[in-house]
Nanobody, 114 residues
Framework: QVQLVESGGGLVQPGGSLRLSCAASGSILNTNRVAWYRQAPGKQRELIADIHPFGATNYQASVKGRFTISRDSAKKMVYLQMNSLTPGDTAVYYC????????WGQGTQVTVSS
């Protein structure tokens, strides 16, 4: 069973930055299309960015230009660099496959507030 562990969240002021990390067992993050999702209070979970095994990336319009998804194959990690954060980015952030077929991790809370 795949175990996903997200980390790196926290409280940040508007305009600030955070880098989230996603770790998983084995090499699944290197060999699959991996995505970051987020779920804000009272809202459905949404896919915000994904990265193909060969590096191509896609972003939801609301985060494009501010967030960057990347992979470190040697470390078997996937990251989400988040810049120019706004209160609208407040959510629990999760990683999973692009089709969300793995068991969800606990996520990491990101709170953007002054």
């Amino acid at each position: 069973q795949v175990q996903l562990v997200e980390s790196g969240g926290g409280l940040v002021q508007p305009g600030g930055s955070l880098r989230l990390s996603c770790a998983a067992s084995g090499s699944i993050l290197n060999t699959n299309r991996v995505a970051w999702y987020r779920q804000a209070p009272g809202k459905q979970r949404e896919l915000i960015a994904d990265i193909h095994p060969f590096g191509a990336t896609n972003y939801q319009a609301s985060v494009k230009g501010r967030f960057t998804i990347s992979r470190d194959s040697a470390k078997k990690m996937v990251y989400l660099q988040m810049n120019s954060l706004t209160p609208g980015d407040t959510a629990v952030y999760y990683c999973n496959s692009w089709t969300a077929r793995w068991s969800w991790g606990q996520g990491t809370q990101v709170t953007v507030s002054s």
